[in-house]
């Protein structure tokens, strides 16, 4: 995709513009992370009050602002709180799922998310996140079941209906006999080899500075920004190529971002 740079000096100044064009790619992705618009909740019955409903609203509405500072051990408090109040309440099931996922904790993200839409059968971004977690694990005869179910329940003229249904006609391609790799994500894959081939590094001081990048992507990435948190885990790899751990954020990010 790139010729190979000659010199260090234009392979940086390279790998600079190359950063701020993915940076600037990713702006216009929005994570289902950040689909907070949806208010879908179980109806009021005898034992849970219209008054606990709303304490349950309330504590949710706080999580949110909590998560979107970047707090997600707050976050996560409000929304135990809201589920306390209202044990119906999907939402704030998908955000706990949420926070889960971006802290590594895949198991609890996945059972988080299968209880928003137990509670809740037409809570789309459940649905979606569900969706992004199995192709995050590779498990994409799964990930198939949650974007079918995303784009039957979603209205025709929706974005993101439009995108979970082509998300399931690329995994059939995927998983056929003769699968055709996505073109998307193979033009990233190659960047990355391109940009890993051109790194030439001292690696003391430049740990030090990767980690501090790497801290700063995962906090991006719990507040649901993707461009931001790809920018940084990109510098954070520049400057320690061997941390492996640094390379499958970076392509937790990618999956993310490409199913949409």
Same mark, same amino acid.
């Given at each position: 995709m790139y010729n190979k740079l000659k010199d260090m000096s234009e392979s940086r100044q390279m790998i600079k513009i190359t950063r701020t064009i993915l940076a600037i790619g990713f702006l216009f992705i929005f994570s289902a992370y950040a689909q907070? /618009? @949806?208010k879908q909740s179980a109806p009021a019955t005898n034992e849970k009050p219209d008054q606990l409903q709303e304490f349950a609203r309330q504590y949710r509405d706080q999580g949110l602002t909590a998560q979107k500072a970047? @707090?997600?051990e707050t976050a996560m408090k409000y929304y135990q709180k809201a589920i306390g109040f209202d044990p119906y309440y999907a939402a704030p099931y998908n955000d706990l799922g949420i926070i889960y996922e971006g802290s590594g904790? =895949?198991?609890k993200a996945e059972e988080s998310y299968l209880k928003a839409v137990a509670i809740d059968p037409n809570y789309l971004? /459940?649905?979606?996140n569900l969706a992004l977690l199995y192709e995050s694990k590779r498990d994409l005869s799964k990930a198939g079941i949650y974007w079918e179910k995303r784009a039957q329940l979603g209205q025709p003229n929706d974005p993101w209906t439009q995108k979970a249904a082509q998300r399931v006609e690329d995994l059939r391609v995927v998983m056929s006999a003769t699968p055709i790799k996505d073109v998307r994500e193979q033009e990233v894959i190659r960047l990355m080899k391109d940009i890993s081939n051109n790194k030439d590094l001292s690696n003391k001081d430049e740990a030090v500075l990767a980690k501090e990048h790497f801290q700063k992507a995962r906090r991006y990435y719990n507040k649901g920004e993707l461009a931001s948190a790809f920018k940084e /885990? =990109? @510098?954070a790899q520049y400057l320690d190529q061997s941390n492996t751990e640094?390379?499958?954020f970076l392509e937790k990010i990618q999956v993310r971002a490409l199913s949409k």
């Open positions: 907070a /618009a @949806d970047g @707090d997600a904790y =895949l198991s971004s /459940a649905y979606t /885990a =990109l @510098d640094i390379e499958a």
